[in-house]
């Protein structure tokens, strides 16, 4: 836990403990509409990029409650909270303060199989990772923010960031202005590894640098029944992916995380011709800097030499760099922390090293200081236990009204600094 925690969590005044008081009473008020939420936008998910009626429907939401919002893109939107509170705003009508609070929107190509009565009615699509609870979460503590004006000691931006999973929307919401004029930046992500009704927030890395890349194998197409005649491409593609994982297991130190992972294999045209081509893709993730940056390198060899030793020719095509890591900063996850046991009580901190998925949050982080907190959902009393991307994913859906207010405590703590 950040040593800066202390700096917050016993300076608690009466004015506080009432704030957190009425985030509580709003939240209670709030949870069986964040819920519903939850599970209408798990029923139409939709892919990255094409987010169009997930943002019609939160513009609606938005409309509804009278809070503005702009659409810079043809997915997402950006909308605002004005604080009304004593100096919330300069005499030139400029912000005293202003919070930056995301949450992403798309799901994945993934076919759901768990048989709830809300599961995805967009065949092939689910919210498998969780960002269905994001936009739910979101659209809760907005309420409470919103019902909270005049305790708001400057403005609340908040982002319905599409296109996560590919790790271009945050790239397209910040090109949009998203940060400018922002002091700090949080967002909280639904976590499978974590048991449900506690909150991870450590400072430093948490999520790791991301990076695609694809294999192209091309060997010599001949007669199924003759392979001595020609130079088997499929043949080559798996032993490339075979050989991949020696990277992690032979060229980095053991103290060093990363994962090589390849998710697709392509090749040949019929079940008796020996190939002559085929492709690879996959993904890498890393820590440390100096592993990221020789990654590509060390593939690249491997790839050209594996198929070498069979004949065959393999070029590493592609390597591009998604995400870099998501690596809080000090004092916003303490400030996390405190606003955690603040509302969520006292041994709501749960102990989590951290996870080599990615996430382009990263991104909002190279601009502005800010946290991303890990919300709990594992639970297995109510079936939550599988991971993210699983087709049974699931998730204990009590966290949710927990998740809005983090999100809202977290937002008046800053403005309040």
């Not at 593609?237 to 294999?265: C, N």
Request: proline content about 4%; aromatic content about 6%.
């Amino acid at each position: 836990m950040c040593d800066a925690l202390s700096d917050y969590v016993f300076q608690s005044s009466d004015e506080e403990t009432l704030r957190t008081a009425k985030i509580q009473e709003l939240g209670r008020t709030l949870e069986p509409s964040i819920i519903e939420q939850r599970r209408h936008f798990h029923q139409h998910p939709e892919a990255s990029l094409e987010e169009f009626q997930t943002t019609e429907d939160i513009a609606q939401i938005l409309t509804e409650l009278g809070i503005p919002f702009e659409r810079p893109l043809a997915t997402g939107l950006i909308a605002h909270i004005a604080g009304t509170a004593p100096e919330a705003y300069h005499a030139d009508g400029s912000a005293r303060r202003r919070i930056l609070l995301r949450a992403d929107i798309d799901a994945l190509p993934v076919l759901e199989r768990t048989k709830v009565d809300y599961a995805s009615k967009n065949t092939g699509y689910m919210h498998a990772c969780g960002h269905d609870c994001h936009i739910a979460m979101m659209l809760g503590a907005m309420q409470i923010l919103n019902q909270m004006r005049d305790e708001l000691h400057g403005e609340v931006r908040v982002v319905f960031q599409p296109s996560e999973e590919n790790g271009k929307g945050a790239k397209l919401m910040i090109e949009k202005g998203a940060t400018k004029g922002v002091d700090g930046v949080f967002g909280m992500h639904i976590w499978s590894e974590i048991d449900a009704g506690t909150i991870n927030c450590d400072p430093g890395p948490r999520m790791a640098n991301t990076d695609w890349f694809r294999i192209d194998v091309t060997g010599t197409s001949c007669h199924g029944a003759m392979p001595q005649r020609g130079a088997d491409a499929v043949m080559a593609a798996a032993s490339i992916v075979s050989a991949l994982q020696t990277i992690v297991s032979r060229d980095l130190s053991p103290y060093e995380p990363a994962v090589v992972t390849v998710g697709e294999i392509h090749g040949g045209a019929a079940r008796n011709v020996i190939a002559g081509t085929a492709y690879l893709t996959g993904t890498v993730r890393t820590y440390g800097a100096e592993t990221h940056a020789m990654m590509p390198e060390l593939i690249r060899r491997i790839a050209a030499h594996t198929a070498a030793a069979l004949g065959a020719e393999a070029e590493l095509s592609d390597y591009t760099i998604a995400n870099y890591k998501v690596d809080n900063d000090a004092q916003s996850a303490a400030r996390c922390q405190a606003a955690a046991q603040k509302v969520l009580g006292a041994h709501s901190l749960a102990n989590y090293r951290g996870t080599l998925s990615g996430e382009d949050f990263s991104e909002y982080l190279a601009e502005v200081p800010g946290a991303l907190a890990f919300l709990g959902t594992r639970n297995p009393a109510v079936g939550a236990t599988y991971a993210q991307h699983s087709c049974y994913y699931t998730i204990d859906e009590s966290v949710l009204v927990q998740g809005s207010m983090l999100a809202a405590q977290y937002a008046l703590d800053f403005l309040a600094e």
